[in-house]
């Protein structure tokens, strides 16, 4: 166990629907960074979030938002989701940019039928 | 743009023999190497790390060596064990921008065989 908890592990939806993933960091850290890995992709940076403000956001669509609440926990909301959304989506924690200190989650796995 | 790219997707070393992986980037502005290591149905997690006032750095069977004229990384896992079979992501950082974030390669499967 990582430390850092993403739920759900699996989901499987519809083409336009609207799901949310969840991540709840490591105690003590306060970045909270979101990575999607499509088939034979390697992780591409979506957002970071430090202690609840965004600090840098990646190659993330309009249709895909997030953000963290007080108690640091962070959700990912994708909506009118496409079959190219199907990927493994990671969250990581940090306690602020120490690389070294960058844990994951175990992803969700999201599938858009 | 890939600006960090690892080019061989797979990898076959038969057991107590040595693995290189490689990594090549394309941002000079990369100053933070980092190698993840990624088992099925689990979150990458940290191997190792180096940085860019270092050619080299070891921690156990794993050392990892830094060419910033050329650009290029590698990881050497020695001796290689069944259990070393995973994923291996490359990643890079620049510590003077605003965004600390990293960027990944594509990854490469690690097979050890016996």
């Known amino acids: 166990d990582s430390g850092v908890t993403q739920t759900p592990k699996h989901l499987i939806t519809a083409t336009g629907q609207r799901v949310t993933l969840r991540c709840s960091p490591r105690?003590?850290?306060?970045?909270v960074y979101w990575y999607q890995q499509s088939l034979d992709q390697g992780l591409q940076f979506l957002i970071h979030?430090?202690?609840?403000?965004?600090?840098a956001k990646g190659n993330i669509l309009e249709r895909f938002s997030a953000q963290q609440f007080p108690d640091l926990h962070s959700e990912l909301n994708l909506s009118s989701l496409e079959l190219g959304d199907s990927a493994l989506y990671f969250c990581?924690?940090?306690?602020?940019?120490?690389?070294?200190?960058?844990?994951f989650g175990s992803g969700t796995r999201l599938t858009v039928v | 743009d890939q600006q960090v790219k690892q080019n061989s997707p797979s990898l076959s070393v038969q057991e107590g023999r040595i693995s290189i992986l490689n990594c090549d980037y394309t941002n000079s502005m990369f100053d933070y190497f980092l190698w993840y290591k990624k088992y099925p149905a689990e979150g990458p997690t940290f191997l190792i790390s180096i940085s860019s006032i270092k050619d080299k750095n070891e921690d156990g069977r794993f050392t990892v060596f830094l060419n910033k004229s050329a650009k290029h990384l590698s990881l050497h896992i020695v001796p290689s064990q069944p259990g070393d079979s995973a994923v291996y992501f490359c990643?890079?950082?620049?510590?003077?921008?605003?965004?600390?974030?990293?960027?990944f390669g594509t990854g490469t499967r690690l097979q050890v065989t016996l």
């Open positions: 979030y430090y202690n609840g403000e965004e600090r």
């Open positions: 990581a924690s940090s306690v602020v940019g120490a690389t070294s200190s960058y844990t």
């Open positions: 105690s003590g850290d306060l970045s």
């Open positions: 990643a890079a950082y620049d510590s003077t921008g605003t965004a600390s974030k990293l960027t």
